[in-house]
């Protein structure tokens, strides 16, 4: 049953990229991030209400933090969407798991002593290889748009992806202590609401239109669907099946690249796309022998 809320989270997330990307167009990042913290805060209220859940909360911390480093990536997200392919925006967000490999690494070689002569640990170097068939991908993927001047949104791209890897562990963590999906959901809205609020103080309001802002409700709505689907899949840990099949999102989010905005990915692009893909698999993989925990991206 795991498998099945992270499919649908994945189909959730990737249609909300689909209204983000459009909205993007009369609404800036800072705004996006607002909104759907707004509608978020609004569904949850009313979906903990409807199960009799309090949304008291006896881990402010933890939720504070999960809620600075969850709107970082997500800020970030929203902005590749604007000047990205969508296939593009989607896969660099689901780097999370080749940036969990590339901590690691870092930290074993930082602990490592040559002079010991005791040999870094083989899994260490499979992690390695993991992380440099991962960082190939980005490169092969990028290369159509370097020429369209798009790499700084490529490399914010990549940063959704790093931060996303910190606040999904988060997730897992507050899952494993017994709050409910709907309070975590809940707090993240408002972390939402709040840094989009104070970023609108630098890059301002666009200006109001109707028939515009209608695209915002299904940001929304959609957002907090795909986060009650995905806290509900790793409430009780992340099995390998479902850490991967978040990966899922890059198939949905391809074909309505294909289908709905015209994108052309060259097959580089591809190649790309599937060494990101095989390379996170792998990394889950091989961490899960060490932690039955892995995490996952998010929105």
């Given amino acids: ?30 705004e996006l991030v607002f909104y759907r913290g707004l509608i978020g805060m609004l569904l949850m209220w009313l979906w903990a209400r409807s199960r ?26 929203f902005y590749s969407l604007a000047f990205l392919p969508l296939a593009t925006a989607m896969t660099l967000n689901y780097m999370s798991s080749v940036w969990v490999a590339a901590f690691l690494v870092g930290g074993a070689l930082a602990a490592w002593n040559p002079r010991s002569g005791a040999p870094l640990p083989e899994r260490q170097g499979l992690l390695a290889a993991t992380v440099l068939a991962g960082f190939v991908g980005v490169i092969l993927m990028l290369r159509p748009t370097i020429a369209q001047n798009q790499m700084f949104a490529g490399t914010v791209g990549l940063l ?10 988060q997730v897992m963590a507050l899952g494993k202590l017994g709050e409910p999906e709907s309070r975590t959901v809940f707090y993240f809205a408002v972390g939402s609401a ?27 709505l959609l957002a907090s669907l795909g986060q009650l689907c995905m806290t509900r ?11 991967n099949l978040q990966y899922s999102g890059i198939v ?15 097959m580089v692009g591809w190649i790309g796309m599937a060494l990101i893909v095989g390379s996170g698999i792998a ?14 991206e998010e929105h």
């Avoid at 499919?7 to 459009?22: G, N």
């Avoid at 939720?63 to 970030?76: C, I, K, T």
């Avoid at 992806?161 to 999904?168: I, L, R, S, W």
């Fill in 1 to 30: 049953m795991q498998a099945l809320w992270m499919l649908a989270a994945s189909f959730f997330f990737a249609t909300m990229a689909v209204c983000v990307k459009i909205s993007s167009a009369w609404f800036n990042a800072a």
């Fill in 52 to 77: 009799r859940e309090s949304l008291a909360t006896h881990y402010p911390g933890m939720h504070a933090w999960r809620s600075m480093v969850g709107v970082l990536s997500l800020g970030a997200w």
């Fill in 160 to 169: 959704s992806g790093m931060m996303a890897a910190f606040a999904y562990l």
């Fill in 194 to 220: 709040v840094a989009g609020a104070a970023g609108m103080l630098f890059t301002g309001l666009s200006p109001w239109d109707w028939m515009h802002a209608l695209w915002l409700l299904p940001v929304g």
């Fill in 233 to 243: 899949a790793y409430s009780q840990g992340a099995t390998l099946v479902v850490a």
């Fill in 252 to 266: 949905f989010g391809a074909f309505y690249s294909l289908l709905l905005f015209g994108d052309q990915i060259p």
């Fill in 283 to 296: 990394a889950t993989v091989l961490r899960s022998r060490a932690a039955p925990d892995a995490p996952g």
